[in-house]
């Protein structure tokens, strides 16, 4: 039988990982490589709420855990360099540090959830923000003058098109969806890259593969790129089948000596090309900051 999900240890990983610096939350807004809305510049919201600034303008987000299904189409489209401007009166009381009160995180589809019992029960309409490493956006903080129940947030990088979560925790609980570059995503492909299962101890990427291919020959090796921890996978993808497939999408997920996922990837998009019966396909994953903790690799070739 071919192996679908194939994971090897990382000798040494967990030890170079925790040697390797990270930035701490209170000092996120310093980075002076991010130039961040100012208040001045933009009209301040009378509702309490949720709100993007982009391009200048103050747009109310919200809506329901739904909304994307019922608009596609229509999803408010803002910009990659959009930053959130949010207004409750638990800003200027709670003591929750930000960066857990208020979580910026992408959105996956569900393809599944799995009962305690092992039931499968397919889900084909429901997203969710899943919590999972690699699904979590960075944020930095700057505070609005004279107003300690606003503050302003900007994620640390710009964000890629698809579909986001913002989370505001607290007796002011609001939970908002939006689209970035929407327009310009395929929903099918969207989901596919951003998939996962739910189980009862919570959610896990898609273990849906390509059943014609094959992973083999998977090997790893810790490595420092530009003095920042790296990672390099490298394997062979075998068409197993019986005639000629257009080759597919790698999934990459790092996981825990007890098999949990600690960090998910973006899919890798290999070139549109046929690979013919029994043929190879030899690739290669570069990881520049493996997440702490990381012992495993797991690489699926996916539908």
């Known amino acids: 039988?071919?192996?679908?999900?194939?994971?090897?240890?990382?000798?040494?990983?967990?030890?170079?990982?925790?040697?390797?610096?990270?930035?701490?939350?209170?000092?996120?807004?310093?980075?002076?490589?991010?130039?961040?809305?100012?208040?001045?510049?933009?009209p301040l919201p009378q509702y309490y709420g949720l709100y993007a600034v982009d391009q200048g303008t103050l747009v109310r987000i919200g809506g329901s855990a739904g909304l994307e299904l019922q608009n596609w189409a229509s999803q408010q489209d803002l910009g990659p360099n959009t930053e959130f401007l949010v207004y409750s009166r638990d800003l200027a009381t709670a003591n929750e540090?930000?960066?857990?009160?208020?979580?910026?995180?992408?959105?996956?589809?569900?393809?599944?959830?799995?009962?305690?019992?092992?039931?499968?029960?397919?889900?084909?309409?429901?997203?969710?923000?899943?919590?999972?490493?690699?699904?979590?956006?960075?944020?930095?903080?700057?505070?609005?003058?004279?107003?300690?129940?606003?503050?302003?947030?900007?994620?640390?990088?710009?964000?890629?098109?698809?579909?986001?979560?913002l989370k505001l925790r607290g007796a002011d609980s609001w939970n908002s969806r939006f689209g970035v570059a929407w327009s310009s995503v395929s929903p099918q492909q969207y989901a596919s890259e951003y998939c996962v299962e739910q189980l009862p101890a919570g959610f896990q990427p898609c273990s849906a593969t390509r059943e014609s291919f094959a992973v083999r020959a998977l090997r790893s090796a810790v490595t420092n790129n530009g003095g920042a921890p790296a990672l390099v996978i490298e394997g062979e993808l075998v068409n197993t089948s019986t005639v000629s497939e257009i080759l597919p999408a790698l999934s990459t997920s790092l996981l825990?000596?007890?098999?949990?996922?600690?960090?998910?990837?973006?899919a890798m998009t290999l070139p549109e090309q046929s690979l013919e019966p029994g043929g190879?396909?030899?690739?290669?994953?570069?990881?520049?900051?493996?997440?702490?903790?990381?012992a495993r690799v797991r690489v699926s070739p996916t539908a």
Not at 13 to 24: E, Q
Not at 256 to 266: A, E, I, S, T, Y
């Open 1 to 42: 039988m071919n192996t679908r999900n194939f994971m090897i240890p990382l000798s040494g990983l967990t030890t170079v990982l925790a040697l390797s610096a990270c930035t701490l939350p209170q000092d996120a807004g310093t980075d002076t490589s991010t130039s961040m809305a100012q208040p001045q510049q933009i």
């Open 97 to 165: 540090p930000l960066d857990s009160a208020l979580v910026l995180e992408r959105v996956a589809k569900v393809q599944d959830v799995r009962a305690v019992d092992g039931t499968v029960i397919p889900t084909p309409d429901t997203w969710a923000a899943p919590n999972l490493p690699g699904y979590e956006i960075p944020l930095q903080f700057e505070p609005v003058s004279d107003h300690s129940d606003m503050i302003i947030a900007a994620p640390v990088a710009p964000l890629t098109p698809g579909l986001y979560s």
């Open 256 to 266: 825990d000596d007890q098999n949990q996922v600690v960090q998910v990837l973006p």
């Open 280 to 294: 190879v396909y030899d690739f290669r994953i570069n990881v520049t900051n493996p997440a702490p903790g990381a």
